[in-house]
């Protein structure tokens, strides 16, 4: 069986059925792991793990409602808000990071949406310094229209999150102050510009099993495939309305990832939020199953993480080596 699977040519598709990914997640999971990883070494190395760091350098105070959220203004979580970092605060974080390891470092703004103002004209700022320090560059800061992407590509971005969360179907039971269609318009204004598309979403909002499907194929069949696809994992808040969700299992984290892996075999899949609870084992499964990017470092935004430290004698464990920087650009963006 294993031999048979792992001469099958995966090729790259955005015309996924619905009911394809339905079946393909729905597989006996120890069969689903296998093709994973058999997708995953026909195109990506597969001892290659990217190492990446998330820094809030705006927290607290958004006006949206997402239900998950610790960081919106209208929920008491405990959370400190404070404006935008100094540059220097940032540099130095950034410079941890690339010391410590990583090679992609994301700068998250608590806003719904990038207004053209002196914050998002410091924000380019960082973008550019960040940029320059040989590391690629990704923001997650709201909403963005073309103009704004543009200038962000200008600065230097090499990557920009927006993730889609959840399905169309289920989106207004978690977020009321957005659309479902703003979160894809301000993928399409990233594309647009030539900024790679980081996006994915979170289990354990309450979702069923198909909305995490429906979420999948809308991924897998946008006209290019994000180049990230976080999968995230609730963390539940006290203060949020998902404060008593239970957590979800590590077997429907790697169904998740699994089927991200063979529907988007090009895709950097991340495991994100979650992972702090995750044993090395629980982990090592994830891998199998087609991870190749982590987030590092003590926190994520506001959440915990498990530092580099964890991770670098979880990696030489496991006999993964970490992923360079700009591997699939011919040079850093400009």
């Known amino acids: 069986m294993l031999q048979a699977m792992s001469n099958t040519n995966y090729s790259i598709r955005t015309d996924w059925e619905i009911e394809e990914i339905r079946g393909i997640y729905n597989k006996p999971l120890l069969e689903l792991i296998v093709e994973a990883a058999n997708v995953h070494r026909q195109h990506q190395t597969g001892s290659e793990v990217q190492v990446c760091t998330l820094l809030s350098v705006k927290t607290g105070g958004c006006p949206e409602d997402c239900a998950y959220c610790p960081q919106a203004a209208r929920y008491q ?15 130095e974080a950034a410079t941890r990071a690339k010391n410590a390891g990583s090679t992609r470092f994301c700068m998250g703004a608590a806003w719904r949406e990038v207004r053209d103002n ?3 004209d410091r924000v380019l700022g960082m973008v550019t310094q960040v940029n320059d320090m040989g590391l690629e560059v990704c923001c997650t800061l709201g909403m963005v229209n073309e103009y704004q992407a543009e200038r962000l590509k200008q600065a230097g971005l090499y990557a920009y999150n927006h993730n889609l969360d959840t399905s169309g179907d289920h989106y207004s039971n978690i977020i009321t102050t957005r659309k479902y269609e703003d979160r894809l318009n301000t993928i399409d204004h990233v594309r647009k510009a030539g900024i790679s598309v980081c996006s994915g979403g979170i289990i354990g909002l309450g979702e069923t099993t198909e909305d995490r499907i429906e979420m999948l194929h809308v991924l897998a ?16 808040v006290a203060g949020t309305p998902l404060e008593n969700q239970p957590r979800v299992s590590v077997w429907d984290m790697i169904r998740m990832i699994a089927t991200a892996r063979i529907t988007m075999p090009k895709a950097m899949v991340r495991l994100s939020a979650g992972r702090n609870t995750m044993s090395v084992t629980e982990q090592a499964l994830c891998f199998l199953a087609g991870v190749n990017s982590i987030f590092s470092g003590e926190k994520l935004l506001t959440t915990p993480n498990p530092d580099f430290n964890e991770d670098l004698a979880m990696f030489e464990l496991l006999g993964l080596e970490p992923r360079k920087a700009f591997k699939n650009a011919l040079e850093p963006a400009n």
Do not use: Y
Request: proline content about 12%; hydrophobic content about 40%.
């Open 77 to 91: 979580t405990g959370v400190k808000a404070h404006g935008l970092l100094k540059d220097e605060e940032v540099l």
């Open 118 to 120: 002196r914050d998002f």
């Open 221 to 236: 069949t946008m006209p290019e495939h994000p180049e990230s696809v976080p999968v995230n994992a609730l963390v539940p």
